[in-house]
């Protein structure tokens, strides 16, 4: 069974900065491509960040220049530094993983999603 853990969400102000983290556990063989959405309040999830095994990042418009994904594929783990927040980068932020498990294959993971709010 797999398992993806997402931590470091919390309340911020405007400007301030959050890392958000997500580990994933379980009979995994690989993982390819590890991304981070959200989903503000009234809208539809929407992708925020992206980066492949070998390194290779991709960001959502809004966010570019202000987050950084990272991830260390020894660890199994991706991070999201967000930097300069603005209240409409609050939403629920979720983890996820394209993963290889044993006996099933390449399959996309979810993680259970952290609060992320940004607010004076």
């Known amino acids: 069974q797999v398992q993806l853990v997402e931590s470091g969400g919390g309340l911020v102000q405007p400007g301030g900065s959050l890392r958000l983290s997500c580990a994933a556990s379980?009979?995994?063989?690989?993982?390819?491509?590890m991304g981070w959405y959200r989903q503000g309040p009234g809208k539809q999830r929407e992708l925020v960040a992206t980066i492949t095994s070998g390194g290779s990042t991709d960001y959502e418009d809004s966010v570019k220049g202000r987050f950084t994904i990272s991830r260390d594929n020894a660890k199994k783990m991706v991070w999201l530094q967000m930097n300069r927040l603005k209240p409409e980068d609050t939403a629920v932020y979720y983890c996820?993983?394209?993963?290889?498990?044993?006996?099933?294959?390449?399959?996309?993971?979810w993680g259970q999603g952290t609060q992320v709010t940004v607010s004076s």
């Open positions: 996820t993983a394209r993963i290889v498990v044993a006996a099933a294959g390449n399959l996309d993971y």
């Open positions: 379980g009979s995994i063989l690989s993982i390819y491509t």
